[in-house]
Structure formats: structure tokens, C-alpha cells
């Protein structure tokens, strides 16, 4: 291929004395959504006023406090969500709606008249600064890009003062150089400063300035060095908050958003799971549950993570991808078996150490922080492991299968899968054990049994069983005499001629509670050839649960 020589290599910033890789994020940035804006207008069938409705309130509740909800200058949708938000008084005291506009004069006065009865508003204002926008859109030089700034800054500001005076809103700036990562970083600075200069930015009251990756157009640690060389370089750093708003074009937005806050960033603009035009904006989600694995408060609350993404997918028309981080049906899921093993291992550690620590391997956060406790983490087809059914089955109905039985039922499992062509449930998963064991009908079945404890002269106790069998339907009278239950039935069964099998293990544990409880048996035997081959029972009484254990593995040997 000759075609990649029509592309041009991005400059880097030089800037070799950098500090961000040495720093790690260790409090949460300011949010703020801008999922009823960029993510709406990014959609094939934009969200309807109810819809826009309950996204808002969504992500009220999960505890954004800033929230643009809209162009309203752009359209008559647009501000008419803005004006049923504030006439409907659906915004929170606490809640500041921001609403965006080119920085042109008959947008910015009809954005005023949009506001109109708000608390607190952010005027977020913009236009295009990059090397590529002022070529091919504008045909201006930077003198010119700088004065569509000023002039729109100055306006703002004035209509600012009148409507405080007026109502006494509480009225903030933001300011976006759009395309940042395309300008030359050093008029981006020089840019900034004048808008700030002009809007009168103080540490008391800072001005937003937010620097858009509006199209991804380099590597993270690129981004991260614009981001740390423009807070060092520009003035009066301390009068404005730096936002990023970064997007997915080349799939790294949120490592460009992780590594921007390392930089300096303030303030991160992004969406639910990433709508957005293109390839998508930033994933707040993703960004603020990554905090949360690293011990950091994100101040975001997506412990319903499931429910939330019912929302966004109801009003979106959007679907949340299966491999999604977080959110994702098969976020937490494990089809490997040597992943199966290790969670399952991790389960039981945390269970059994009392560990205050997340410790399960491959899952670098509990689903149940996030209410998915109820979700198979381990789902089995053809590629799972030989432990990975016998953890289903614990989850499902309570069967602890003893370790040395996972390769044989894991063997049936994957030889079901295979034959099925996809992946089985564990519905199916039970029901394949309950075939193959407890519900199996075979040569041998228990009719009648009776057990007698025998006290010898020398102190010594022995057991009798008594009892009948049925050998390929005929009824068999047995008995026999051992030193336990398992044993005088072995002797018994040795009386009719079954013969050939070497008790070798046998576990049991209850399987309900209460008066109906019962436990369930397996039992390993070892047959003449040397193979080892399991049966199980399941009886209110453990004793006869180990006979049917017995019967099970016999007859599952013969037939």
C-alpha cells in the first residue's frame, strides 16, 4: 500500500522536561454531560422532549452537576427543551445547565433569550481555531480568528451584566478554542488569554476554558503533553478552569481524558458509554468506574450501572456494546477455561480469608458494586474449562461438585457444547447434570434398603444392610455386612454378583434448608481398568443419598 504517504504525521508539542507521567489522579474532575447536546445531535433519530426529559433526570440522580442541554440557537427543538426544563422546574439548585453557541451575535442574543429564568447557566461559546479550519473554512488569519473571539466575548459579557442586574442569575463563561488539538498550541494560548482578558477572569472568578480533542488526531500521551504545556505556559493560570473534551476517533478517548487530568485538567466533558458524532465522545462512565477501581471517589454514582443503561438505551435508540466496560452484557464474563479456574478460585479465596481487598482474578472490580451479583460471571461453550461448569452449578442450584468430578462433568459440558454450536445456559447446564446423574435410570435400581448397626463382642460396630435391588427389572433380595453404610452395601451388592469397583471418595453438603432440607452425595469409584468414574444422589436422608450415589456411578459405568 502507497495510499498512508497522503497523510501528514502530527507535530508533537515539544515539551521534554514534562512532569504528567509521574503523576497519578488522586481526586475526581468537575463532569459535566454533554449527553443532551453532543451525544443528541450525534444520534440517528434525536431524542424526542419526554426523552430529553428523563435522560436529564437521570443524570441528575447520578450526581452531575453540571449538564449542557443544548444548542438552543441552533433550533426551536433545542431551545424548547431548555425552556421546559426552566419553566417545568426540573433543574436543581444545585444543578447548573450549560447551553452552547457559536460566538456570533444574533446566536448569542437569542441564547440569552433561551436562559431566561435559569439559576445558574454556563454560556459555553466557541469557534473554529485550527490550522485547517482557518484554511479551508474561514480564510482568515489568526488576527481574525482571535477578533470572532474577542467580539463574541465582549458581547457576552454584556448581555452577562444586564441580565444579573435584571434577575440576578448566576451566569458563568466557558470558551472553546474548537479543534485544539489541530491549532498551533501557542495561539491556542494566545487565544484563551484574550478571551479571558476580556471577560475579566479572576481566581475568585474563573473562566472555563475548554480544549477540545474534537477529532482524535493523536496519541494519548500526545494530547497529555498539549494539555500540560498549555497549563504551564499560558498567564494567570489561576483564573481558569481547564476542561477536555476529548473524542474516539482513533479509540483512545478515554486514555486521552485519564492522561490529560495527569497533565493538569480540571474538568472532563463527555457522554454515557461514548454517543457521540463519529466513532463517539469520551465514556464518562468508563472514566469515572476507572477511578473507582483505583480506590479514587468519582462523585458519580453508577452503582445501578444496569438500570442507567435501560435509560440510555431507551431514549437513545442506541445499543451499549456486549464487551463495553462496566455496562456491557458480557463485561464480567468468562468463556476461557484457565480464566474460569481463576475466578472461581478468587471466589472461594475472598469467601474463605475474610480478605477487607477485591481479590479475583480477571475481574478488576466486584459486579456486585455495580447490583450485577446476579449475572453469570462464568458462561460455558466449547472453549470453557473443566471447572467452569461446576461453578455454574454452584451458582444456579447449589451444587458443590468436589474437585476431582469437574474434569469428568466438564468433558460432558463441553461435548454438549459442541454438539450445540453455541452457548449453554445454565439452565442447560443443570439440566445436563440432572440427566447424566440424578435422574439417570440404568441397569441397577434401589427398591427398599434397611441399615442395622451390629455391636460385636470385641467393641467393635459393624453395619447390615438390608434391602433389594431390581437388576435389569428383576427384583433382587440383598444383604451384607461391612464397616460402615457405603461398605456393608458394597458387600451386599458383591452378593448378586456386582462386582469390580473400588470405593475411592465421597463428599456430600445440603442442598436446602429447613424441614425439607436434603443433601445431595457424589460418590468416586475406581473401576478394574483403573478409570475413575463419579455417581450423586440427592435424598432428604444423607445415607440413602450415598447409595443412589452408588447406584448412579455403577450404572453410568455400564451402560
Same mark, same amino acid.
Given at each position: 500500500?502507497?495510499?498512508?504517504k497522503?497523510?501528514?504525521?502530527?507535530?508533537?508539542?515539544?515539551?521534554?522536561?514534562?512532569?504528567?507521567p509521574?503523576?497519578?489522579?488522586?481526586?475526581?474532575?468537575?463532569?459535566?454531560?454533554?449527553?443532551?447536546?453532543?451525544?443528541?445531535?450525534?444520534?440517528?433519530?434525536?431524542?424526542?422532549?419526554?426523552?430529553?426529559?428523563?435522560?436529564f433526570?437521570?443524570?441528575v440522580?447520578?450526581?452531575?452537576?453540571?449538564?449542557?442541554?443544548?444548542?438552543?440557537?441552533?433550533?426551536?427543538?433545542?431551545?424548547?427543551?431548555?425552556?421546559?426544563?426552566?419553566?417545568?422546574?426540573?433543574?436543581?439548585?444545585?444543578? &447548573?445547565? /450549560?447551553?452552547? +453557541?457559536q460566538?456570533?451575535?444574533?446566536?448569542?442574543?437569542? @441564547?440569552?433569550? *433561551? !436562559?431566561? =429564568? #435559569?439559576?445558574?447557566?454556563?454560556?459555553?461559546?466557541?469557534?473554529?481555531?485550527? &490550522?485547517? /479550519?482557518?484554511? +479551508?473554512?474561514?480564510?482568515?488569519?489568526?488576527?481574525?480568528? @482571535?477578533?470572532? *473571539? !474577542?467580539? =463574541? #466575548?465582549?458581547l457576552?459579557?454584556?448581555?452577562t451584566?444586564?441580565?444579573?442586574?435584571?434577575?440576578?442569575?448566576?451566569?458563568?463563561?466557558?470558551?472553546?478554542?474548537?479543534?485544539? @488539538?489541530?491549532?498551533?498550541?501557542?495561539?491556542?494560548?494566545?487565544?484563551?488569554?484574550?478571551?479571558?482578558?476580556?471577560?475579566?477572569?479572576?481566581?475568585?472568578?474563573?473562566?472555563?476554558?475548554?480544549?477540545?480533542?474534537t477529532?482524535e488526531?493523536?496519541?494519548?500521551?500526545t494530547y497529555?503533553?498539549?494539555?500540560?504545556?498549555?497549563?504551564?505556559?499560558?498567564?494567570?493560570?489561576?483564573?481558569?478552569?481547564?476542561?477536555i473534551?476529548?473524542?474516539?476517533?482513533?479509540?483512545?478517548?478515554?486514555?486521552?481524558?485519564?492522561?490529560?487530568?495527569?497533565?493538569?485538567?480540571?474538568?472532563?466533558?463527555?457522554?454515557?458509554?461514548?454517543?457521540?458524532?463519529?466513532?463517539?465522545?469520551?465514556?464518562?462512565?468508563?472514566?469515572?468506574?476507572?477511578?473507582?477501581?483505583?480506590?479514587?471517589e468519582?462523585?458519580?454514582?453508577?452503582?445501578?450501572?444496569?438500570?442507567?443503561k435501560?435509560?440510555?438505551?431507551?431514549?437513545?435508540?442506541?445499543?451499549?456494546?456486549?464487551?463495553?466496560?462496566?455496562?456491557?452484557?458480557?463485561?464480567?464474563?468468562?468463556?476461557?477455561?484457565?480464566?474460569?479456574?481463576?475466578?472461581?478460585?478468587?471466589?472461594?479465596?475472598?469467601?474463605?480469608?475474610?480478605?477487607?481487598?477485591?481479590?479475583?482474578?480477571?475481574?478488576?472490580i466486584?459486579?456486585?458494586?455495580?447490583?450485577?451479583e446476579?449475572?453469570?460471571?462464568?458462561?460455558?461453550?466449547?472453549?470453557?474449562?473443566?471447572?467452569?461448569?461446576?461453578?455454574?452449578?454452584?451458582?444456579?442450584?447449589?451444587?458443590?461438585?468436589?474437585?476431582?468430578?469437574?474434569?469428568?462433568?466438564?468433558?460432558?459440558?463441553?461435548?454438549?457444547?459442541?454438539?450445540?454450536?453455541?452457548?449453554?445456559?445454565?439452565?442447560q447446564?443443570?439440566?445436563?447434570?440432572?440427566?447424566?446423574?440424578?435422574?439417570?435410570?440404568?441397569?441397577?435400581?434401589?427398591?427398599?434398603?434397611?441399615?442395622?448397626?451390629?455391636?460385636?463382642?470385641?467393641?467393635?460396630?459393624?453395619?447390615?444392610?438390608?434391602?433389594?435391588?431390581?437388576?435389569?427389572?428383576?427384583?433382587?433380595?440383598?444383604?451384607?455386612?461391612?464397616?460402615?453404610?457405603?461398605?456393608?452395601?458394597?458387600?451386599?451388592?458383591?452378593?448378586?454378583?456386582?462386582?469390580?469397583?473400588?470405593?475411592?471418595?465421597?463428599?456430600?453438603?445440603?442442598?436446602?434448608?429447613?424441614?425439607?432440607?436434603?443433601?445431595?452425595?457424589?460418590?468416586?469409584l475406581?473401576?478394574?481398568?483403573?478409570?475413575?468414574?463419579?455417581?450423586?444422589?440427592?435424598?432428604?436422608?444423607?445415607?440413602?443419598?450415598?447409595?443412589?450415589?452408588?447406584?448412579?456411578?455403577?450404572?453410568?459405568?455400564?451402560?
Open positions: 500500500m502507497q495510499q498512508e497522503k497523510y501528514v504525521p502530527f507535530n508533537r508539542v515539544n515539551l521534554p522536561d514534562r512532569q504528567w509521574e503523576k497519578i489522579i488522586t481526586k475526581a474532575p468537575i463532569w459535566c454531560s454533554v449527553d443532551l447536546r453532543d451525544g443528541n445531535q450525534a444520534l440517528i433519530t434525536p431524542m424526542g422532549i419526554e426523552e430529553k426529559l428523563k435522560f433526570h437521570t443524570l440522580d447520578v450526581g452531575f452537576k453540571e449538564i449542557e442541554v443544548g444548542f438552543p440557537s441552533a433550533s426551536e427543538t433545542e431551545y424548547e427543551i431548555l425552556r421546559t426544563l426552566i419553566e417545568g422546574n426540573h433543574i436543581p439548585d444545585d444543578v &447548573t445547565v /450549560q447551553v452552547l +453557541v460566538a456570533r451575535e444574533e446566536l448569542i442574543r437569542k @441564547t440569552f433569550e *433561551a !436562559v431566561r =429564568g #435559569a439559576k445558574n447557566v454556563i454560556i459555553h461559546f466557541y469557534n473554529s481555531t485550527s &490550522t485547517l /479550519q482557518r484554511k +479551508v473554512v474561514f480564510g482568515k488569519d489568526m488576527d481574525g480568528i @482571535t477578533e470572532i *473571539a !474577542v467580539q =463574541g #466575548a465582549r457576552i459579557k454584556q448581555l451584566e444586564e441580565e444579573a442586574a435584571r434577575s440576578g442569575m448566576n451566569i458563568r463563561y466557558e470558551y472553546s478554542p474548537e479543534s485544539f @488539538t489541530g491549532t498551533e498550541i501557542d495561539f491556542s494560548i494566545a487565544i484563551c488569554e484574550a478571551v479571558m482578558q476580556e471577560m475579566g477572569a479572576t481566581k475568585e472568578n474563573p473562566i472555563i476554558l475548554n480544549l477540545p480533542s477529532v488526531m493523536c496519541t494519548p500521551n497529555a503533553d498539549q494539555i500540560e504545556y498549555f497549563c504551564r505556559k499560558m498567564h494567570n493560570r489561576e483564573a481558569a478552569i481547564i476542561s473534551h476529548p473524542h474516539n476517533d482513533r479509540g483512545t478517548g478515554v486514555a486521552s481524558a485519564e492522561l490529560a487530568l495527569m497533565a493538569g485538567a480540571d474538568r472532563i466533558e463527555g457522554t454515557l458509554f461514548g454517543n457521540g458524532e463519529r466513532t463517539g465522545n469520551l465514556d464518562i462512565v468508563t472514566v469515572a468506574l476507572n477511578m473507582f477501581t483505583q480506590g479514587v468519582p462523585n458519580l454514582d453508577f452503582s445501578h450501572i444496569l438500570d442507567i435501560k435509560v440510555y438505551e431507551e431514549c437513545t435508540k442506541m445499543r451499549v456494546p456486549e464487551r463495553q466496560p462496566y455496562a456491557g452484557e458480557l463485561a464480567f464474563t468468562a468463556f476461557s477455561g484457565s480464566h474460569q479456574d481463576a475466578i472461581r478460585k478468587g471466589y472461594e479465596y475472598m469467601k474463605n480469608s475474610g480478605t477487607d481487598f477485591w481479590e479475583v482474578p480477571y475481574l478488576p466486584n459486579p456486585a458494586d455495580l447490583h450485577r446476579y449475572e453469570p460471571v462464568i458462561r460455558i461453550n466449547s472453549q470453557s474449562g473443566k471447572g467452569g461448569a461446576a461453578f455454574v452449578l454452584q451458582q444456579a442450584v447449589g451444587y458443590n461438585l468436589p474437585k476431582e468430578m469437574h474434569p469428568e462433568f466438564g468433558n460432558i459440558v463441553k461435548n454438549a457444547a459442541d454438539a450445540y454450536g453455541d452457548e449453554l445456559s445454565s439452565k447446564i443443570v439440566t445436563l447434570f440432572q440427566k447424566e446423574y440424578i435422574d439417570l435410570q440404568g441397569k441397577y435400581a434401589l427398591v427398599r434398603h434397611r441399615f442395622t448397626e451390629l455391636n460385636e463382642a470385641d467393641g467393635s460396630v459393624h453395619s447390615r444392610f438390608e434391602g433389594s435391588v431390581t437388576i435389569e427389572g428383576t427384583e433382587k433380595y440383598i444383604t451384607g455386612v461391612g464397616n460402615g453404610p457405603i461398605d456393608s452395601f458394597f458387600q451386599a451388592l458383591a452378593g448378586v454378583g456386582v462386582t469390580g469397583y473400588e470405593f475411592v471418595n465421597y463428599h456430600e453438603h445440603a442442598v436446602s434448608r429447613g424441614s425439607d432440607a436434603q443433601g445431595i452425595c457424589y460418590i468416586e475406581k473401576k478394574q481398568n483403573g478409570e475413575h468414574i463419579f455417581g450423586a444422589g440427592i435424598h432428604a436422608n444423607i445415607n440413602v443419598a450415598a447409595l443412589k450415589g452408588i447406584i448412579c456411578a455403577i450404572n453410568r459405568a455400564e451402560k
